[in-house]
């Protein structure tokens, strides 16, 4: 399984949060556009024989493109590439977006081209929340939009962040059940984190927004595992959620270590041996496909290297760190020491074993990542 993930570097407007690579100005829109056309067909040489399961659209805004924009882009996808018959076509889109044009004809054109998933940054449902994260949308068009946005699609995720400075458990839990009432069958939920170099950061060190509240931030993540459990959701990756047979096609291949294809200025791509990351700049990355020439600086990884990132992604996930598979893919050293590394968070009901693989305990979920990089290897030895 292969997925192709395509980076829309563009927003309305910039979240007082993000640190990801976007620009506010849509001047070179057009030219960014066939730049990742070229580079779809410059790296096609790269998933000769590989068949793709699922092309997400991620940014950035990419609801900002127009239809003929993102039909343009799915067919050099299948253009290019082998595509297998069913695959899991993903769009990032937020709510004001999908509401600019009449919402009826925008969600029949996106099925029209292919997308079948729709993943919606509602954040939260109250306005408060959306005004101090500087979102473009406010709470009212958060529902409507997926009143109308149900009405078209079954597959819809939405995204919502906890540990926001001033949202008490109580609005918290107000934003679930808000979220439960329109059936979606995916939740993604992220603790807001504070970024360095973001507006948040800067605000918060001025004293104009309280700092996150770490042990809030923690209650409001075991009040959504309860909620969302009690609804038939299954937490199958720290931050997601899904009902069965919604789990996210394009998270879980990266979780699993599949191989995938980034498109576009910043995007990663991973072929199980090497890593590799495009450019951040949108003008340097528009003027090397100018050139015919794909902007990405490489690393090979060492086996300490994919050892700690199958701990690193196997603890996050509901499918664990096999046991069997660190033996056979990394060497009986790096069990041994895994398993050396694992006894004191086992002794405090963080980590346990269940056949044969090592798994997240309720309790340690929240600290997952520190839990990780404690049992990462620094030297190959």
């Known amino acids: 399984m292969s997925g192709i993930y395509i980076h829309i570097p563009f927003c309305k407007q910039a979240c007082h949060y993000c640190d990801f690579h976007f620009s506010t100005s849509l001047k070179k829109k057009d030219l960014l556009v066939s730049a990742l056309v070229k580079e779809l067909e410059l790296r096609k040489g790269e998933f000769k024989h590989q068949v793709i399961q699922t092309i997400y659209f991620g940014g950035g805004t990419p609801s900002l493109l127009s239809i003929e924009e993102l039909r343009l882009l799915i067919e050099e996808v299948y253009k290019h590439y082998i595509v297998a018959a069913n695959p899991e076509i993903t769009l990032e889109a937020n709510p004001d977006d999908l509401l600019d044009d009449s919402s009826k004809s925008i969600f029949k054109a996106y099925k029209s081209i292919g997308i079948n998933r729709l993943s919606i940054g509602i954040q939260s449902f109250f306005e408060e929340d959306l005004k101090l994260m500087n979102r473009a949308h406010n709470s009212e068009e958060a529902k409507i939009c997926l009143e109308e946005a149900t009405q078209y699609f079954d597959n819809i995720s939405i995204d919502l962040i906890y540990g926001i400075p001033g949202m008490t458990s109580k609005r918290w839990l107000q934003n679930i059940e808000t979220a439960l009432a329109f059936n979606i069958p995916h939740i993604s939920s992220y603790a807001l984190t504070v970024e360095p170099k973001t507006a948040l950061d800067t605000f918060i060190k001025k004293g104009l927004i309280k700092n996150v509240d770490d042990d809030l931030a923690q209650e409001q993540f075991h009040i959504l595992i309860e909620k969302l459990e009690a609804a038939g959701f299954i937490h199958y990756e720290l931050s997601n959620f899904g009902k069965p047979g919604y789990f996210s096609r394009n998270n879980s291949a990266y979780w699993q270590g599949k191989r995938y294809l980034g498109i576009g200025p910043s995007a990663h791509s991973f072929d199980g041996e090497h890593r590799g990351w495009n450019v951040r700049n949108n003008t340097k990355y528009i003027n090397a496909l100018e050139q015919n020439v794909v902007p990405i600086e490489t690393e090979t990884l060492s086996t300490t290297d994919k050892y700690n990132e ?33 006894q004191k968070h086992i002794l405090e009901h963080l980590l346990y074993l269940e056949d044969d693989k090592l798994l997240v305990t309720t309790k340690g979920k929240f600290l997952s990542d520190g839990i990780a990089s404690d049992l990462f290897k620094i030297n190959a030895s």
Do not use: A, N, P
Request: aromatic fraction near 16%; avoid cysteine; charge should be neutral.
């Open 310 to 342: 199958y701990v690193m992604t196997g603890l996050r996930t509901i499918w664990g760190v096999s046991l069997e598979k660190v033996e056979t893919d990394f060497g009986l050293g790096y069990k041994k020491y895994l398993l050396e590394q694992s």
